[in-house]
């Protein structure tokens, strides 16, 4: 009797101690969540990435340095493109450029008295009333005359510009955010005057695949969001490229309703476009994070064995076919297979799961 109570205790306390080892091993297993493959139509939208194209803030300023003696708008103020915004005292210059001009003038009468000169010599030298050598000295004085012509009108169109750095002119349409400088300041070249806006309208730029570009026209309506904690904007098509560019891709620029100042130049956005399928037929979708590489092939995680919230993994090697927003359309599994889609990156092949239904 003795010896059965030893040998039944014996057996209690070894299948407590394999179901203790049981359940610390479960506990030990790493998790991972699955879906359940079930083809269907793909969505009627696709994202494409670009980035944001606007004009933005800018700081007016002089070429050149002096002091201003006039600033013709204020903060607010809206300007049309080539109006004056400010003026500074440019009577130094303005004198230079007229001294240039009065030089222009009497190159050109050296020139015309020389010209006539070199005219009176060419008929005398050929009926042989002149030597050779005042012929030349002729027609080099002439020439050289002509080539002061050319250096006078250079020295005066670069005085015409320096005259033109006196005048700050607005580069398009806008409105001065801010007046820096005042009148009668002292300004040197580069330092701003004013902050001008631009009131273009902002605009996007997507790229999109030849598969895709027949679906774009001009005036399609689409949606643009961004990373950042911005709302989605609706924005329209504008133009495309005519020809591709970019191994295939061609460049859409789209045009929103008006200037968002939230939208910063080289954001980076994705646009939202409803487009037609080119098949009904039923296709597989993965979130990307199923979906691994190596060197060699594309695959993903096959869970099989499923017991009670327990199963093994297996490598199953697919094909990539397009990408539909944040999925991947892949090839190569069958309906109901068990794909991991979370934790996959951290698995091996043949590791027990403890796993758990994504959707």
């Known amino acids: ?38 083809p269907k139509i793909p969505d009627n939208k696709k994202e494409f990435f670009g980035y944001i194209k606007a004009g933005g803030d800018m700081e007016l300023s002089f070429e050149t340095s002096g002091r201003i003696t006039k600033v013709n708008f204020t ?25 240039n001009r009065a030089a222009l003038l009497d190159a050109k009468n050296q020139y015309q008295n020389a010209k006539n000169y070199y005219e009176r010599i ?40 320096r005259v033109g750095y006196g005048k700050l002119y607005a580069p398009r349409d806008g409105i001065i955010l801010k007046k820096i400088k005042e009148e009668n300041q002292y300004t040197d070249a580069g330092q701003p005057v ?9 605009e996007a730029k997507i790229f999109v695949s030849e598969k895709y570009i027949n679906n774009f026209y001009n005036g399609k309506e689409v949606e643009i969001k961004s990373d950042e904690d911005i709302p989605p904007k609706i924005a329209k098509i504008k133009s495309i490229t005519k020809t591709s560019i970019d191994e295939g891709a061609y460049r859409v620029t789209l045009i929103l309703d008006r200037k968002y100042p939230e939208l910063k130049d080289g954001m980076a956005i994705r646009a939202i476009v409803e487009f037609t399928p080119d098949t009904t037929q039923k296709v597989i979708e993965l979130p990307a994070s199923a979906v691994l590489e190596d060197e ?10 499923v ?11 697919i094909k990539t076919l397009d990408i539909n927003n944040e999925n991947v359309i892949v090839e190569g599994l069958c309906r109901n297979d068990l794909v991991v889609v ?3 990156s951290e698995i091996m092949d043949g590791q027990r799961v403890k796993i758990k239904d994504a959707s």
């Open 1 to 38: 009797m003795k010896r059965i109570l030893i040998i039944f205790s014996v057996v209690i306390f070894c299948a407590i101690f394999l179901i203790s080892c049981t359940k610390h091993e479960i506990s030990q297993l790493r998790f991972v969540e699955y879906t359940i493959i079930a």
């Open 75 to 99: 903060d607010g103020d809206i300007v049309r493109s080539g109006q004056v915004i400010a003026e500074i005292d440019n009577k130094i210059l303005e004198l230079e450029e007229e001294e």
């Open 122 to 161: 060419d008929k005398l030298h050929a009926v042989g009333g002149i030597s050779d050598n005042d012929w030349d000295r002729a027609k080099t004085d002439m020439q050289s005359k002509e080539h002061q012509i050319l250096i006078a009108k250079e020295q005066l169109e670069i005085a015409r510009k």
């Open 194 to 202: 004013v902050i001008f806006q631009d009131n273009r309208k902002s």
């Open 296 to 305: 060699n092939s594309s695959y993903v995680w096959l869970l099989e064995d």
């Open 307 to 317: 017991k009670k919230g327990i199963a093994k993994t297996k490598r199953h090697n």
């Open 342 to 344: 979370k934790g996959a």
